[in-house]
């Protein structure tokens, strides 16, 4: 402040105190108020103290580094640990000769390094001639971390890392310098323990050793460590480990690795072994499996090999995951066989002989003989009662196969030929809806070698499914083939037959089942294939086949009279001229799960003789097109309506929808006129409904049939009118004649004489109109006409020269028939 520093020495007084560079560090005001500006300046420069960082402070590089917290002197230089430099993350600075120093920290992107202090303490470790850089990081995440640096192309990079397993367990001390052997690392309580890592630096150390291990009153074990010295003069690196007022010696384990030799005498079973044709119990020698455990040192030490024994335990097992196996061994005759022997260095060898339980159905893959080993060394009496360990990482896990041989000629080559057909059983239709399933049965040869992996694969349309399969028995093979059906596809089913060899020879004969859902449309035909194929190669032709199986569709609709038909009409002598309203009505439903076009045929009748029935009849109200009427006129018998002439109404039903319901009312004038010529009193008229469909698409449901016609009946009576008074006029003078003849006679006669007995006339002629006639059906519209004796004919003489033909009509069409019997000359009857 002012002018005391004006001097060249002042300033350069000032700029030496000051920090570089000095102009960015020395302010000169003329007065205390421009102090302001700079403190202003110097608060955005205040260092984040530890503890107390903002969001806007700024972070420390290497002010607060704490360079030379440790110490390490490598062939490059001098390593001084900074562990307070950017923000306590820790790094260290190696000053190599005549060269600028070079500061070695984890990249700016792992953020996770704050208060880590990194370089806590550092060590050297050297493999295959590489040097590398140890640094401890205990305060890593409160965990603890270990990380390695490699100089690469002039620049040093992170290599590796090993993370701390527990809060608080402060790993980080690394004081191993041996070449080979990743340095130890140490924790300080809670733990007291330490751990040996091995150069390549895997993520899960290989040895712990905690104090608790040696003696229960350790504290601090692992504080201090030192190693890669030979103290016991036996060849192996021994580590030196502190604790609390006692220092402790670790000896190194010699090493042994095992190669392990597992095979099959013969190699491969012979199909004499092992098929046994119709047998189910076999119980046949398949050979041995020979065992070799060969064990050697990988440590170089200077014990006698002589010395080195070991207990080996191994189990062996055969066909292990199946459920049942194809072999077991002949001394436990089980698959699993456990053995324990004590063995030195070199080469040992065992073998164990197998058997063949049952017959062996599946011989396309081997047998597999699984070998699990562990080695525990024996204590060495002249080394301190060393016990050597089995290397890390070495394979304690072998398998070996057992080949079966094949039935491919001299060439070993199977050319199989696969022969598939099947049939509809019992189904020359397919009726959807009213069959629920569809049956195959499926044949299956093979007239060449064994075929490997066969399968027979059914393409059907959609719709069907597959149900189930069942092997039917075929005399000529008591054995019956294994099969194993599946859809994993839409559209498609696989079958595969006796899995995994189908012989040479062999025939498979099964019944396939496929669901049919009712409301399925397959169209007019079903298209069912199937194709057999293998896995032998070369691939020879495959076996195809198809056939196809006429649809049709099961429906039912039915047709009933309604209630609101007219059931009775009467009239007398007078009324013979006049006509009265006459109602028809049928209901149509489509009980079914389809719709489909139906046509209703109704007929009734219009004529009879010339004069006419049933007049200006209509549907109504018409609820659907009808087709133009049709007039039957009498054909010569036995053809419709032989006695009336009838007409036909064809009402067709576009897409008669499912549960849908149609009324049809035939309505119109009856007339009487037609009734005198039947000399009957009572009668009946007849109309009849009847629905159509196309036959190849559809079929009535079974039992159904009848419902598929319907009549609706009219009774119709005439009645008398009597008068009374010329009723009393001829009574009274018929009995005023009689009485005067009777009298005249026993005037005659005299009252002694025997009256000779009463000679009765024969009986009186019986007329009958009726529809039944011998020759034919019934017609379906019956005229009924029934009368008393005709008192006045004692017979019907039918002597017209065109005599009455009463031939039936049928069922489609009838209206009239009428049968009249009576008494000739000759006392026989006639119609």
Same mark, same amino acid.
């Given at each position: ?18 920090? *570089? ?8 005001? @003329? ?71 070079? /500061? ?52 040093? !990079? ?17 004081? !191993? ?96 072994? /092992? ?23 990988? #440590?170089?030490?200077?014990? *006698?090999?002589?010395?080195?024994? #070991? ?22 005759? @089980? ?12 080469? @040992?060898?065992?073998?164990? %002989? ?5 017959? &062996? ?34 394979? *304690? ?9 094949? @039935?491919?000629?001299? *060439? ?30 499926? =044949? ?24 189930? &399969? ?89 047709? #009933? ?28 439903? !489509? ?38 009427? =049709? ?6 018998? +036995? ?45 009946? &008229? ?10 190849? %698409? ?8 009848? /419902? ?73 519209? +019956? ?8 008192? =006045? ?18 069922? #489609? ?19």
């Amino acid at each position: 402040v002012g002018s005391a520093f004006s001097t060249t020495w002042a300033r350069k007084e000032l700029d030496s105190i000051a920090s *570089d560079p000095p102009r960015d560090h020395v302010f000169q005001v @003329n007065n205390f108020g421009a102090l302001d500006n700079i403190q202003n300046q110097l608060q955005e420069k205040i260092f984040a103290i530890e503890g107390t960082q903002t969001g806007s402070s700024s972070s420390f590089q290497h002010e607060m580094s704490q360079e030379g917290f440790s110490a390490l002197l490598t062939p490059d230089g001098p390593v001084l640990g900074d562990v307070g430099s950017f923000d306590w993350s820790g790094g260290v600075s190696l000053y190599p000769p005549k060269k600028a120093s070079t /500061f070695i920290n984890v990249s700016q992107k792992s953020g996770d390094m704050h208060d880590a202090y990194l370089g806590y303490s550092t060590d050297v470790a050297i493999q295959n001639r590489i040097q590398g850089l140890v640094l401890g990081a205990p305060r890593y995440q409160h965990t603890g971390k270990v990380v390695m640096f490699r100089k690469t192309t002039g620049n040093w !990079n992170q290599w590796a890392e090993v993370m701390g397993a527990q809060v608080s367990d402060g790993e980080g001390e690394v004081p !191993n310098r041996h070449p080979g052997i990743f340095p130890t690392a140490g924790r300080p309580p809670p733990e007291h323990c330490f751990w040996l890592r091995h150069c390549r630096c895997r993520p899960l150390y290989p040895w712990r050793i905690g104090g608790s291990q040696l003696s229960p009153g350790l504290r601090y074990f692992g504080q201090a460590l030192s190693g890669g010295q030979d103290l016991t003069q036996d060849g192996l690196v021994d580590v030196a480990v502190g604790a609390r007022g006692q220092a402790l010696l670790l000896r190194s384990r010699p090493v042994l690795r095992v190669d392990v030799s597992l095979r099959f005498v013969p190699p491969e079973l012979a199909r004499a072994v /092992f098929d046994c044709g119709e047998q189910t119990v076999l119980r046949r020698e398949a050979g041995e499996a020979r065992l070799c455990l060969t064990v050697r040192k990988s #440590s170089r030490d200077r014990l *006698d090999e002589g010395d080195i024994q #070991s207990s080996v335990t191994y189990d062996l097992a055969l066909d292990p995951g199946r459920l049942n196996p194809r072999a077991v061994f002949d001394q436990t005759k @089980n698959r699993t066989l456990r053995a324990q022997q004590t063995i030195g260095l070199g080469e @040992n060898c065992e073998s164990v %002989r197998l058997l063949l339980p049952e017959c &062996v159905e599946e011989s396309v893959t081997p047998i597999i003989l699984r070998l699990n080993f562990s080695l525990l060394g024996q204590p060495i009496a002249s080394s301190g009662q060393l016990r050597p360990v089995l290397a890390e990482g070495s394979q *304690d896990l072998f398998t070996a196969s057992l080949l079966f041989e094949k @039935n491919c000629g001299a *060439d070993s080559i199977c050319q199989d030929d696969l022969n598939v057909t099947f049939s509809f059983s019992s189904q020359q239709t397919l009726v959807v809806g009213t069959s629920p399933d569809l049956s195959v049965t499926v =044949t299956v040869r093979n007239e060449g070698e064994d075929s490997y992996g066969t399968m027979v694969t059914f393409s059907y349309p959609p719709g069907l499914s597959l149900r189930r &399969v069942s092997v039917l028995q075929n005399p000529r093979q008591p054995r019956a083939p294994r099969l194993t059906c599946e859809s994993t596809r839409p559209r498609s089913s696989s079958c595969s037959i006796s899995h995994p060899i189908f012989r040479e020879g062999a025939e498979a004969t099964f019944l396939v089942t496929f669901d049919v859902p009712p409301t399925a449309d397959f169209g007019s035909t079903l298209l069912l294939s199937a194709n057999a194929t293998s896995d032998n190669i070369p691939k020879m032709k495959n076996a195809f086949f198809q056939k196809e199986l006429p649809v049709r569709y099961g429906i039912n609709v039915v047709i #009933s009279s309604g209630e609101q038909s007219t059931s009775y009409l009467n009239f007398s002598a007078s009324e013979e001229k006049s006509s009265h309203v006459l109602q028809h009505q049928y209901h149509v439903n !489509n009980l079914g799960l389809r719709s489909l076009n139906v046509t209703v045929t109704f007929r009734i009748p219009v004529e009879l003789n010339g004069l006419p029935v049933w007049t200006k009849a209509e549907v109504v109200p018409p609820q659907v097109p009808s087709a133009p009427d =049709t007039f039957l006129p009498p054909p010569p018998p +036995p053809g419709n309506c032989s006695i009336a002439v009838c007409r036909v109404i064809q009402c067709p039903i576009a897409s008669f929808q499912v549960r849908e319901e149609l009324t049809f009312t035939l309505q119109g004038s009856l007339s009487f006129g037609w009734v005198g010529q039947t000399k009957q009193k009572r009668l009946s &008229v007849l109309s009849s409904a009847t629905l159509s469909f196309d036959t190849e %698409r559809f079929a009535q449901f079974p039992g159904q049939e009848g /419902f598929l016609t319907a009549q609706t009946k009219t009774v119709v009576e005439r009645y008398e009118i009597y008068n009374p008074l010329l009723l009393i006029v001829s009574s009274s003078l018929g009995g005023l004649v009689l009485l005067a003849l009777l009298t005249a006679g026993l005037y005659k006669v005299g009252p002694h004489l025997r009256f000779p007995p009463f000679l009765c006339p024969p009986p009186p002629a019986q007329v009958s109109i009726s529809t039944a006639s011998p020759q034919s059906p019934p017609s379906p519209f +019956p005229l009924h006409v029934s009368s008393t004796a005709l008192p =006045t004919v004692p017979c019907l003489s039918l002597s017209h020269p065109a005599p009455l033909t009463l031939s039936p009509c049928p069922r #489609s069409a009838r209206i009239l028939q009428a049968a009249v019997q009576g008494h000739d000359g000759s006392g026989s009857s006639r119609c």
